[in-house]
């Protein structure tokens, strides 16, 4: 793309500049995508820079440190107990002693097999005709990555109990005195704030969340599936085999070997119905949920109070008794159908006479549920923007739709910008609206897709079918991942271009 | 929960209970419309008070000027305005039209019912039906949104209070790792959420459990800490000189947020509440897979989807289904609507001048 000076962008229209900008943006990406990817190794070493310096500063607590500071690494809390900080030396001592016995009792047996995933199956005993239990792969897998991770929370603490030693000591020598429980306790509810809030949804986050996660990334290297199913059979790693199947088509590891190509066809196919929707949903919504809060919101419109209640209605029906409701008439002998035919009209198969009509009723659909969100919203931003900033522009001479650039559409992008993106993932995994409305099928079969997707599917009630209906997990986490490398690309080219993450100051 | 069980008795049992459990409801509600409304007086006078010395009332764009052409745009407004809400309204008119309906249960081809009766409503909570228990379905939905709501909006203001407004280390690092963390989608990890509920592990849900509920709380908890955009946005509008003149009067952190920045912050309060309740409220996928089995402990998403999945179950229960859409709406709705004024309320507006 040819480089314009600044005189001659000055010189264009604001039609011509805003097609310019949208140009150059496509142009730059591959230029801007480079750039981060020559970032990265910076990133990283900015990431190991961090974690060495950590270790270097326990590291030199250990060196300078007396032999209370010292001791402290192998009984915990041991620097504590010598400077009479009775509560937390009994804390760190307390997690030593629970963290050894949760090693000795159950984390080492299941860490010692996880290389494996376990060697014995449920089998018959051929002497007695028993069954005897064999290992189970799932819970392998699951508690390795649970003690992996008290693994790496244990070490912070080790270090933490270290520093803690050293810094009582250094404290001592200068003030003869350190923190009491009481000061720790103050400190959780002032600067140390943070801690206290913070510490109950971490845990609930790490424990059914992160823990979750991990572990079905871990699944997608592995050959869990119908075939595969514990208790009764193993699975084991099998490397990148099911991504070259779902990317690729060499479906060599999967149940379905027959039909290779595929799978990959089915996932190309519906990413690209999934992206096309995400857009359009996200899109559609924002632009019209502005325009309708912007009508109502204007100063001059009478019955403000009623509009919103229309609209509110929407908001506060549970969604799947809308989708639920509208596919039932949506039907071909539905409400809508009927009063077709009463005004003379043909009447539509709407949800079943082809892929695109189907596609394009839920789009409609999604506007029918989702504006109403925005608009409610975009009220609460439009209420909240300090009367100054308007009272200011009005005394320089700002005219009402310079007041709305300058003013009302910074204020509300710096607002929306982040929920924007979230809408825009939010729909890429909007699971309610496909499924209640068409269980993700117009019925149209495409014979060249894997029969356990359909041709309205997206990419999470696919996932969600291959979970539920066919226990093929395996291709189900490979499904995950990809939706995370998706959403991830696109977050971060909105991220960079989106300005109330980084200038967070801003609007003080 | 002993109540819960208890419903499961006998017939006789069930209606009663359902008849005492209806009147509490309704005086409950009558209290809150007593109490909002006297509320109301008191906030409407202090509003006025305010409005004297913060030029509330003062027009923000001066687009109200009587003009011919201004008249002419603010019709073409009303027009739109009332096209987009008979669209928008018109489904629902019709869910109460079919709920109403006496003659068939099934799908007609008109709205207005040629008879009128409300016995698709007295069916739901007679509960005469044993594979559609609408009542327990009802019961143990409140149960899980009113609960999750609470500790989700708890959750939500609080972590976006601290990374607001509290510079620690590694905030940055874990806003980050929230945000990759939210680009993963939630059920893929359902699998494993289920075995850790499970049996074999804290024998929440699956076979015999008492309370599966539970297990589907713990799982709308816990994921709420990485919704705390809006929220977050909303407090970065707060000025921040408030929080430096309390901390100069000697304010703790935690005593700064409790009454600096809730009170000021009513609007988003009501927001993140209204969304934590109505999420696990109408939720259909997570509750799918967790909710397994069990008829009794199922919430209304998953056991109304279930009263009109097929055509035969379609032609039986179609008006009890919407009749059972109206009541499951009648809760959202009410506290919408009573709180839809927190939406409106301009609240930095006038705190900080200047």
């Known amino acids: ?508 | 929960m002993k109540t819960l069980l208890l419903l499961s008795l006998s017939k006789g049992a069930t209606i009663a209970i359902s008849i005492v459990l209806g009147v509490i409801i309704l005086i409950a509600i009558a209290a809150i419309v007593y109490f909002v409304l006297k509320r109301r007086g008191v906030v409407r006078c202090r509003v006025k008070m305010a409005t004297a010395h913060t030029l509330r009332t003062k027009p923000i764009i001066h687009s109200n000027r009587k003009s011919p052409k201004n008249a002419l745009v603010d019709t073409g407004i009303y027009i739109l305005l009332a096209i987009i809400s008979i669209i928008w309204v018109f489904p629902f008119v019709y869910l109460i039209f079919s709920s109403l309906r006496g003659e068939s249960h099934g799908i007609v081809e008109y709205m207005i019912p040629k008879q009128f009766t409300l016995d698709n409503y007295v069916w739901l909570f007679s509960g005469t039906s044993s594979q559609y228990p609408f009542l327990r379905w009802y019961l143990n939905t409140l149960l899980v949104s009113l609960v999750v709501s609470v500790i989700n909006t708890m959750i939500t203001l609080l972590t976006a209070y601290a990374l607001s407004r509290m510079r620690f280390n590694g905030r940055k690092s874990l806003m980050k790792f929230m945000l990759i963390l939210g680009m993963f989608p939630g059920f893929l990890g359902m699998i494993c959420i289920y075995y850790l509920l499970g049996p074999d592990a804290l024998g929440l849900i699956g076979n015999g459990a008492p309370f599966p509920i539970a297990g589907l709380m713990l799982v709308y908890i816990s994921g709420t800490m990485m919704g705390y955009y809006v929220s977050k946005g909303f407090f970065d509008t707060i000025s921040r000189s408030l929080d430096e003149a309390a901390m100069i009067d000697g304010a703790s952190r935690a005593k700064i947020f409790f009454s600096i920045i809730l009170p000021l912050s009513k609007p988003i309060i009501i927001q993140t509440l209204l969304g934590a309740f109505t999420g696990p409220w109408g939720d259909y996928m997570m509750a799918n897979y967790i909710l397994r089995g069990d008829v009794n402990s199922k919430t209304v998403a998953i056991g109304m989807n279930s009263m009109i999945d097929t055509f035969q179950n379609r032609q039986e229960n179609f008006t009890r289904f919407c009749a059972g859409g109206v009541v499951v709406s009648i809760l959202p709705l009410v506290m919408f609507f009573f709180m839809q004024r927190y939406y409106v309320a301009g609240v930095t507006g006038g705190s900080v001048k200047g």
């Open chain 1, 1 to 508: 793309m040819r480089k314009i000076s600044s005189l001659e962008y000055l010189s264009m229209s604001k039609a011509t500049r805003a097609w310019y900008k949208f140009c150059s943006f496509f142009a730059n990406l591959p230029v801007a995508i480079g750039r981060w990817f020559r970032n990265l190794p910076k990133l990283f070493g900015r990431l190991f820079g961090k974690i060495g310096a950590w270790f270097e500063n326990v590291f030199d607590a250990f060196r300078f440190g007396n032999w209370k500071t010292r001791l402290s690494a192998l009984i915990w809390g041991f620097g504590c107990f010598a400077y009479r900080q009775i509560g937390r030396g009994i804390l760190y001592l307390g997690y030593e002693i629970i963290f050894v016995l949760f090693m000795v009792f159950f984390g080492a047996q299941y860490l010692g097999k996880l290389g494996t995933l376990g060697t014995v199956e449920t089998h018959e005993d051929p002497t007695t005709g028993f069954m005897i239990v064999g290992e189970n792969s799932f819970s392998i897998l699951l508690y390795s990555m649970l003690t992996i991770i008290v693994l790496i929370f244990t070490v912070v603490m080790l270090f933490k109990s270290i520093k803690d030693a050293y810094s009582n000591q250094l404290g001592y020598s200068i003030a003869q005195r350190a923190a009491t429980m009481k000061d720790d306790v103050g400190q959780l509810l002032n600067h140390k704030f943070h801690l206290t809030i913070l510490a109950f949804p971490s845990l609930t986050l790490a424990v059914f969340t992160i823990v979750p996660l991990l572990f079905m990334i871990l699944v997608a290297f592995t050959n869990y599936n119908s075939l595969h199913l514990p208790p009764r059979r193993l699975f084991s790693w099998v490397g990148f085999d099911n991504f070259s199947a779902v990317l690729a088509g060499n479906a060599k590891g999967l149940s379905g070997a027959q039909d290779a190509g595929r799978w990959s066809y089915t996932f190309w196919h519906i990413l690209g119905w999934t992206l096309e929707w995400a857009v359009l949903a996200t899109v559609t919504n924002l632009f019209i949920g502005m325009i309708v809060a912007l009508l109502i919101n204007k100063k001059s419109i009478k019955l403000k109070k009623f509009w919103r209640v229309c609209l509110v209605t929407v908001v506060a029906v549970p969604q799947f008794i809308s989708f639920l409701l509208v596919k039932q008439m949506l039907l071909d002998n539905g409400i809508i159908n009927t009063m077709l035919v009463k005004i003379g009209l043909e009447p539509v198969q709407w949800l079943t006479k082809s892929t695109s009509l189907a596609r394009l009723v839920i789009v409609l659909v999604n506007i029918w549920v989702g504006v109403p969100f925005t608009v409610l919203t975009c009220t609460g931003i439009l209420m909240n923007i300090p009367e100054d900033l308007y009272e200011a522009a009005k005394i320089d001479g700002a005219n009402p739709i310079k007041m709305f650039s300058k003013i009302t559409l910074p204020y509300m992008m710096f607002i929306l910008g982040p929920s924007l993106i979230n809408t825009f993932v939010g729909n890429i995994n909007n699971f309610n609206i496909i499924f209640l409305l068409t269980g993700g099928s117009s019925g149209n079969v495409n014979s060249q897709m894997q029969a356990t997707a359909g041709d309205v599917d997206l990419l999470i009630t696919w996932l969600y079918k291959l979970t539920v209906n066919d226990s093929q997990y395996d291709v189900a986490s490979v499904l995950g991942i990809l939706i995370f490398i998706v959403v991830a690309f696109f977050s971060l080219i909105v991220y960079s271009r989106i300005g109330s993450v980084k200038n967070e100051e801003d609007f003080q």
